[in-house]
């Protein structure tokens, strides 16, 4: 059992959870950070009602569950005192948060058994990358024939109030299910408690079906700054800290990270693929930007911002539903979990 004894990562991260930037604490004295630590551990006290997460690391440990299928441990950590795993169905490409001394690594999964799992041939597939630049990498549009359409919602960092609209709407359509991947910044997160809250709280009383798609901590973006040396491209980033920091909030606060990542302004390069492998992360693309005049097609991947960024794109999505809420109501026409992409 490893100890609990938080590192000062550990520290600097529950400190930005609610004041201040990652990168200003940095040079602040660590007498400083401790004040700001117990200042933001009582202001974050409810919800952290699911208990802190330390020594959070990646991992690749394919392995048997009792019923035979295979699952792979993506990530290791300490909570509540007890070593636990994030897993993924290499199957069905469902997270889970389980007891890590419930997994039995006894029983070897031989490397062309899990390679061939639908989840690890298109993590390989879509992080193959390319020379240079890349845009809009991953998967964009399913791989099979889908009957329906994959909505994905972007919540970069924003100063304004998220399209509440956007969310009612999808709820309101005329579907049992109302599946919607939301691809969340921790620094959105940060500032809108309530509402993030608001969208959690639809989640758990399933009139939302979401799968939360990691879109990075601190999602890095200057104005005027080419795309090479932007984004997560940007000097500085570190790329592993942005995907698992985004993670570890939401586990934190009671929900699952997907195995999906969509890259800030759908920029990345080799390396970024590379990183993204590493931590077992698929990216997710776009082939129906509603904001740039892309409208979906049979198994698009629709992309859409509701941060309050993009009232154009939002707009065209309601409209959307309007015009085809007879075939949803009729079955002609439906929305898909993320997860029903890839094909089996
Ligand atoms: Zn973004």
Redesign the pocket.
């Known amino acids: 059992m490893v100890p609990f004894r938080p590192s000062l990562n550990r520290l600097l991260k529950k400190s930005i959870c609610f004041v201040v930037r990652p990168a200003l604490l940095v040079r602040v004295p660590r007498a400083v950070i401790a004040a700001i630590v117990i200042a933001s551990v009582l202001r974050c006290a409810p919800l952290e009602a699911n208990g802190l997460i330390f020594n959070y690391r990646p991992v690749f440990k394919p392995y048997y569950d009792a019923a035979g299928a295979v699952k792979i441990a993506v990530r290791e950590f300490e909570r509540n005192g007890a070593s636990r795993a994030l897993i993924v169905d290499a199957d069905s490409f469902q997270t889970g948060e389980i007891d890590a001394s419930t997994i039995a690594f006894n029983r070897e999964v031989e490397k062309e058994v899990w390679r061939k799992t639908p989840f690890a041939s298109a993590l390989y597939r879509y992080t193959a990358g390319q020379d240079g630049l890349i845009h809009n990498d991953g998967i964009i549009r399913a791989e099979g024939a889908a009957p329906g359409v994959f909505l994905t919602v ?1 919540l ?1 960092p924003s100063k304004r109030n998220f399209d509440r609209n956007l969310f009612t709407s999808t709820i309101g359509l005329p579907l049992k299910d109302k599946p919607i991947a939301i ?1 969340v ?1 921790g620094l959105w997160i940060e500032r809108h408690r309530d509402e993030f809250n608001w969208i959690a709280g639809e989640a758990r009383s399933n009139r939302l079906s979401v799968t939360w798609v990691n ?1 990075s901590y601190s ?1 890095p973006y200057r104005k005027g700054i080419p795309d090479e040396k932007n984004f997560l491209l940007s000097k500085g980033v570190d790329f592993d800290k942005e995907a698992l920091g985004l993670e570890v909030l939401l586990l934190e606060n009671g929900l699952l990270p997907s195995p999906f990542f969509r890259f ?2 759908l920029v990345s390069d080799r390396r970024a693929l590379e990183r993204l492998r590493a931590l077992s992360l698929i990216p997710v693309g776009a082939d129906a930007w509603l904001a740039k005049g892309r409208m979906p097609g049979p198994g698009s991947i629709i992309l859409v911002h509701g941060n309050g960024n993009e009232k154009r794109g939002v707009k065209k999505l309601i409209n959307f539903y309007k015009e085809k809420k007879g075939d949803f109501k009729e079955g002609r026409l439906t929305l898909k979990p993320l997860q029903d992409a890839f094909a089996r």
């Open positions: 972007d970069c691809a910044s879109h999602h800030p302004g």
